[in-house]
């Protein structure tokens, strides 16, 4: 129990909970690559699942956050992430009461970027389709989709990276913005190792390219680690959509400023 009487929920934990492990490079099946640079993007992974099982624990926003900020400033984001993705699915399965959006209305509200794209990976889990997500912002519920994006890449990278599959439920923009986030996540899934990240993508349609840089390029600037020389692979090869480059690096960092920890 905690110190305001509430009893914390570790049924939902067993029921529902993501084990740490899931976010090893072994598990995912990535590619293997640099150390510094697998320890790296498998901390990110763990502080995911952390912030998950730690919504999945306590819903309540006030403690729910205290939780959530005993994490590092520079990985905290990630951790909000995760807490969104539990709230989320747990909307959508006991939905008598509106968890994203008291979080959202509160503590959640400076990762409100993060806390979108998190809620994108419960859709994902859920198999739901972009009707679930009525009840987000109408500017930032893309966001959700690029969450969607980078949860299909994940767990499914042979289908989503290799094979190249998009959801039937998504069409239009809602597709565009899936690409961004399984952009992000051709940074993860190849071990953040930029020539074979620019190699996923140019084997992709043209006309998918243009996000996939978008969301690689965020998933570089927000998540890291990239040297010097990695930046210059990653302009180099995506010359023809330095635009969509430049608005990915500056999302990350917009939403590093707004979350307080850049």
Same mark, same amino acid.
């Given at each position: 129990?905690?110190? #305001? ?9 067993? %029921? ?7 976010? *090893? ?8 690559? +640099? ?21 999945? !624990? #306590?819903? +309540? ?7 959530? #900020?005993?994490? @590092? ?17 747990? #909307? ?23 806390? $979108?794209?998190?809620?994108?990976? !419960? ?11 009525? !009840? ?9 989709? @690029? ?6 890449? &994940?767990?499914?990278?042979?289908? $989503?990276? =290799? ?8 069409? /239009? ?8 986030? %399984? /952009?992000?996540? *051709?940074?993860?899934?190849?071990? /953040? ?5 620019? =190699? ?10 243009? @996000? ?9 600037? &927000?998540?890291?680690?990239? *040297? ?9 090869? /995506?010359?023809? $959509? ?7 690096? !500056? ?12």
């Amino acid at each position: 129990m905690t110190d #305001d009487g509430r009893v914390p929920h570790p049924l939902r934990v067993r %029921l529902l909970g993501i084990e740490p492990g899931e976010a *090893s490079f072994a598990r995912r099946g990535f590619a293997s690559c +640099d150390a510094v640079a697998q320890a790296r993007l498998e901390l990110v992974g763990r502080t995911f699942v952390a912030g998950y099982r730690a919504a999945l !624990a #306590d819903d +309540d926003p006030p403690a729910l956050a205290a939780r959530l #900020d005993d994490v @590092d400033a520079e990985l905290r984001g990630f951790a909000y992430e995760g807490a969104a993705m539990a709230l989320a699915l747990l #909307d959508q399965v006991l939905p008598v009461r509106r968890r994203l959006a008291a979080f959202l209305a509160g503590p959640g509200e400076p990762h409100v970027y993060m806390v $979108h794209v998190g809620a994108g990976w !419960a859709l994902a889990r859920l198999r739901r389709g972009p009707r679930a997500l009525a !009840a987000l912002d109408p500017l930032l519920r893309s966001l959700a989709l @690029d969450g969607y994006g980078f949860h299909s890449g &994940y767990f499914a990278p042979r289908r $989503h990276l =290799g094979e190249q599959r998009v959801p039937r439920r998504l069409t /239009g923009y809602a597709a565009r913005a899936f690409d961004q986030g %399984l /952009g992000r996540c *051709s940074w993860f899934a190849t071990g /953040g190792e930029a020539a074979r990240a620019a =190699g996923v993508i140019a084997r992709f349609p043209a006309v998918r390219r243009p @996000d996939l840089w978008s969301g690689l390029a965020l998933a570089v600037t &927000y998540a890291g680690p990239a *040297s010097e020389e990695a930046l210059r692979v990653l302009r180099t090869a /995506g010359a023809p $959509h330095a635009p969509h480059l430049a608005q990915g690096a !500056a999302f990350a960092a917009a939403a590093r400023e707004r979350a307080g920890n850049p």
